[in-house]
């Protein structure tokens, strides 16, 4: 593949082109809920730093990591977005920078919810064991070795980038987007068994850790049906993810039956794939951990009586100042 194959066909792409109202309307709903969603787990990340009780238990380690892979994968993803209607094309060393994280983090997710569902099997299945298993230590380690595997599955698409271009490509302009950037036929051949070997291994271990789960003692009912739920609900995050998967096909089926709505299809599928898996993950703790629940409740009142309180101060300033007059 030489430097031209980088000029490939865009009438395509060209031919659909959202009016100015749309896109304006597209930008502001994506950046909103990229706000509501980074603002809640921004609060969730800060709860956690704040008490001692988090950041010494393994799986509110593992739960803040995978909250902070979702603030990076959201703010890559909707720099993307934005960019690529603020100036359509740009510059191939961004976009591939962008790309990277975003592919690394999209990466992560399974992964990290496979050890959550281990770290739940152990603690309802092996509870004596699970303080000599289950160590902050090791919790690190899990991690670190979560973004190895994402690094060694994406890395070698970059060297042969790197190896098959000249570098003059990096000082030019494209369509930013995976399929533009890597091109090269190594890359797509790898591209379709990688991620199905993460996501039978993903899946074999949720199903292993949910039906021993299942066929866990009746003495501690309370607790296996909430691990069970749980790992229910890392199972339809990690369904939402494999969309990402499937994404081409569902879009091409989509526009095969309606095509006058291309623009509005890819949309769709942009927010069902990139944007509604991170919702998942402030419900999964945020809301249904007792615990966590209880201090966020806390941070975000608190946050609301503040801005309360700052208005009040002001109308009662405003109120002085109009006597006074």
């Known amino acids: 593949m030489n430097f031209s194959s980088y000029n490939y066909n865009v009438s395509d792409s060209a031919s659909y082109r959202d009016s100015r109202d749309s896109a304006v309307a597209k930008n502001v709903l994506l950046v909103a809920l990229g706000l509501t969603i980074g603002y809640i787990n921004g609060t969730l990340i800060h709860t956690f730093t704040k008490h001692q009780i988090f950041y010494m238990n393994p799986r509110y380690i593992l739960f803040i990591h ?20 603020v100036f359509y094309k740009i510059n191939v060393s961004l976009c591939c920078l962008i790309v990277v994280f975003t592919i690394l983090t999209t990466v992560n997710t399974p992964l990290n919810l496979a050890v959550m569902a281990v770290e739940c099997y152990i603690a309802v299945c092996l509870p004596l064991r699970h303080v000599q298993l289950c160590t902050i230590k090791r919790t690190y380690i899990l991690i670190g070795w979560i973004w190895v595997m994402s690094l060694l599955s994406n890395l070698p698409d970059v060297l042969i980038l790197l190896v098959t271009e000249p570098v003059e490509i990096f000082y030019s302009t494209i369509l930013c987007h995976k399929e533009s950037l890597f091109r090269h036929p190594i890359i797509l051949k790898k591209r ?16 292993y850790t949910y039906f021993r789960i299942f066929f866990a003692a009746k003495s501690a009912a309370g607790d296996v049906k909430k691990a069970r739920n ?22 091409e089926a989509l526009v095969y039956w309606f095509p006058r709505h291309y623009l509005q299809v890819v949309f769709f599928f942009y927010i069902l794939i990139q944007i509604l898996p991170r919702c998942v993950s402030p419900i999964v703790y945020g809301l249904r951990d007792k615990m966590l629940k209880q201090y966020l409740k806390k941070y975000l009142l608190c946050t609301m009586r503040m801005e309360t309180d700052q208005r009040l101060q002001l109308n009662s300033r405003c109120s002085t100042n109009h006597k006074t007059r």
């Open 66 to 85: 995978l909250v902070v892979n979702d603030i990076i994968q959201l703010t890559m993803s909707i720099s993307l977005f934005v960019l690529s209607y």
């Open 192 to 207: 379709e068994v990688t991620p199905i070997i993460f996501l039978i291994g993903v899946w074999l271990t949720l199903f």
């Open 230 to 251: 749980t790992i229910l609900l890392h199972g339809f995050q990690l369904l939402l993810s494999m969309l990402t998967y499937v994404y081409a096909l569902c879009v």
